[in-house]
């Protein structure tokens, strides 16, 4: 699993399904993302994703 944090608009490495997290921790859903493609941006500062397994 790759344990990279990627912030809102940085470009996803690899095709896949990225976990969104607020800066508590606590997971806000996730999105699937060809490689390439930006990260959306959240409602939350210091929010980021993590590619899911």
């Known amino acids: 699993m ?3 944090n ?6 996803a490495p690899a095709t896949g ?3 969104c997290y607020d800066e508590n921790g606590h997971c806000g ?4 993302l060809e490689e390439g493609q930006r ?3 959240t409602q939350h500062s210091g929010s980021y ?3 899911e397994n």
């Open 2 to 4: 790759d344990n990279k």
């Open 6 to 11: 990627y912030k809102p608009g940085e470009q």
């Open 17 to 19: 399904n990225y976990a």
């Open 29 to 32: 859903g996730s999105v699937y």
């Open 39 to 41: 990260f959306p941006a």
């Open 49 to 51: 994703y993590c590619k």
